[in-house]
């Protein structure tokens, strides 16, 4: 494993979580898009040098935080899309968690209009009101999907969603 990597990672969520609990307080994104461009830009550089940062590179928890920053890559849809194909090779591979991979589909599919998969992405009305799932493929379908990548029932993340 590679300690210094990991370190960073975890360096580099803390900004990512710090900038996020700012963002809602001051109602101000400015800094948070600036912590995120920081962060896509040193991870495609990662990426390019090592190949996408799974357990066996970083530890679980690095597997987590570098997930985070590519979900949060939301100013680079064009990364976003590459670092979904490298995570589908590392969940395959067993480098990387299934959920990784259900959240980044999800965000990915609505950054391009599409209706998600696994029902991870909700919107609000930019206020923080008016919570709602984004759109979902074949809802009936959707807990048997949801618990094929290890998540939980979509009303129990519903309710986390919603604070309950």
Not at 90 to 99: E, I, K, Q, S
Not at 129 to 156: I, K, T, W
């Amino acid at each position: 494993m590679n300690e210094d990597l990991a370190a960073e990672l975890h360096c580099r969520a803390e900004q990512d979580q710090a900038a996020r609990r700012l963002a809602v307080k001051t109602r101000d994104g400015r800094e948070m898009c600036r912590i995120d461009a920081d962060n896509t830009a040193w991870l495609e550089q990662v990426i390019a040098e090592r190949g996408w940062p799974g357990v066996a590179l970083v530890g679980e928890q690095g597997a987590d935080e570098a997930w985070l920053l590519a979900q949060h890559a939301d100013l680079a849809p064009a990364f976003q899309r590459r670092a979904l194909e490298l995570l589908k090779v590392a969940v395959a591979a067993g480098d990387a968690p299934p959920r990784h991979l259900a959240y980044l589909t999800d965000r990915v599919l609505v950054a391009a209009g599409e209706p998600q998969v696994y029902g991870t992405q909700y919107t609000d009305d930019g206020d923080g009101s008016n919570l709602r799932l984004q759109p979902v493929v074949d809802p009936d379908r959707l807990d048997e999907r949801r618990s094929a990548m290890g998540l939980e029932p979509a009303a129990e993340y519903d309710q986390r969603m919603r604070g309950h």
